[in-house]
């Protein structure tokens, strides 16, 4: 598979000779069988919601986008098309913010049930994602890490799921209420914190770190105001206290 390098993203990561045995061929397996039998269970939910999104809003059903992936090669991630064509373009470009006008109508259902992010298993299926690692960013937002993490973020590859989607399962809130540039918020606030969690999975990936993140995901979209990965995760990176303020101001008492 052929992939594009952006070169100027820092300096080319050295990947060590001998990688732990799990993330050098257990968890690969893993994800492809994970994969297709998740295909096999959710073809009854995936070809009616294609079926709803070709026959409403702008009759896309599949949206590919170029994302950062393992190693700072570039991939197209597939999603669901939720969002107007030429989003990136307008409004607040690569952010997503509450009652985002770009949204179409179905496409919110399918942001907030994360049923958007499906396609995805076709990713994991073609090699350039796994089931659980660091969210795919858009160059813009990769640009917003501070160095150390650029460098290293992408060790592993990008995931559907992670410990930084799942702390920041509700993103567009904060950066909705932010009261300053979304984009600003984001690289002074999001980022660096997002970024100190991505490290800390690269340090602790394995099986049972990938299982736990799989059940949080799972937990969080039914009881979204829930704190479970701090409970369940030991050394998670100390929230900042400008997050756990505006937490508090968005969400109700957490579970």
């Known amino acids: 598979m052929n992939y594009d390098t952006i070169d100027h993203l820092g300096p080319k990561v050295v990947i060590q000779p001998i990688l ?16 297709l039998t998740a295909l096999t269970l959710l073809l009854p939910v995936l070809l009616p919601v294609a079926i ?72 994991v299926l073609i090699g350039n994602m796994s089931i659980v690692g660091p969210r795919p960013l858009m160059e813009v937002d990769f640009q917003k890490f501070p160095e150390n993490v650029r460098q290293k973020i992408y060790n592993s590859k990008p995931g559907i799921t992670g410990i930084g989607s799942i702390i920041f399962r509700d993103e567009e809130k904060w950066i909705s209420n932010a ?22 999975y690269q340090k602790n990936m394995s099986f049972m770190t990938d299982a736990k993140l799989i059940f949080c995901t799972v937990w969080v979209i039914l009881f979204p105001a829930s ?11 100390d929230k900042p206290k400008s997050l756990w303020i505006a937490d508090k101001e968005i969400e109700p008492a957490a579970a």
């Open 20 to 35: 732990p045995e799990y993330k050098k061929h257990i968890k690969g397996i893993l994800d492809t069988i994970i994969a």
């Open 52 to 123: 709803v999104l070709l026959m409403t809003g702008e009759h896309s059903v599949i949206y590919r986008q170029k994302r950062i992936g393992n190693k700072n090669h570039t991939f197209k991630i597939w999603k669901f098309a939720t969002m107007q064509k030429g989003s990136s373009k307008m409004g607040t470009g690569s952010l997503t913010i509450r009652n985002d006008p770009r949204v179409l109508p179905v496409g919110k259902y399918l942001r907030k049930t994360k049923i958007n992010e499906l396609p995805q298993i076709i990713n």
């Open 179 to 200: 009261g300053i540039d979304p984009h600003e918020y984001d690289k002074k606030v999001i980022a660096p914190y997002k970024g100190e969690l991505e490290l800390w």
């Open 227 to 237: 704190q479970m990965p701090y409970k369940i995760f030991k050394g998670l990176p």
